[in-house]
């Protein structure tokens, strides 16, 4: 499409409603990633999977990546449920929109350390709840975390 602007020709930019949504979502994430402690993460990595990663200890680094790499999902999972907190809905409702997306990320993330620590059947007990829990607090992190941005106009 041509433009006159002060007697030049100029093109004007089409982009498509898709485009447009994908480019907000960035700006959304990246906003809401802002926030986000690497320390944070790391942190509660030790504290909930060390007793899984000594059984891999040739891929400590990739299961350390992976668990921030699911945390940030979570994270932004929660963080995308604040406008619902914001507009007066509580948690557990925001948390309640989310369940699908929620539990097969659960599911890929249990899945992801049964393949690393197949060889150890009987370290599996609890593992679920373990990632479950994991995920569910950078959730709760997340949705928090947004749901102030929203409070103070700064979405």
Known sequence: ?????????????????QE???HKQID??????????IFKIE???????????????TAIQTAKDMCAEYAMEAYLLGSSMARFGFYG???????????TPFESMTGDFCNFWLFWTASDLS????????????????????YESSLK???LKMH
Do not use: N
């Open 43 to 57: 942190a509660a990595i030790q504290s909930c999977f060390s007793k899984y990663m000594v059984l891999i200890p």
């Open 20 to 22: 447009k949504q994908r």
């Open 149 to 151: 941005r929203w409070r």
């Open 1 to 17: 499409m041509l433009r006159m602007k002060g007697g030049k020709k100029s093109m004007g930019v089409v982009m498509d409603f």
């Open 89 to 99: 809905e509580d948690m557990e409702s925001a948390f309640r929109r989310s369940q």
């Open 123 to 142: 370290s599996h007990e609890g593992l679920f709840e373990t990632c479950e829990k994991f995920l569910h607090s950078w959730w709760r992190e997340g």
């Open 28 to 37: 959304f994430e990246r906003r809401a990633l802002q926030d986000l402690s």
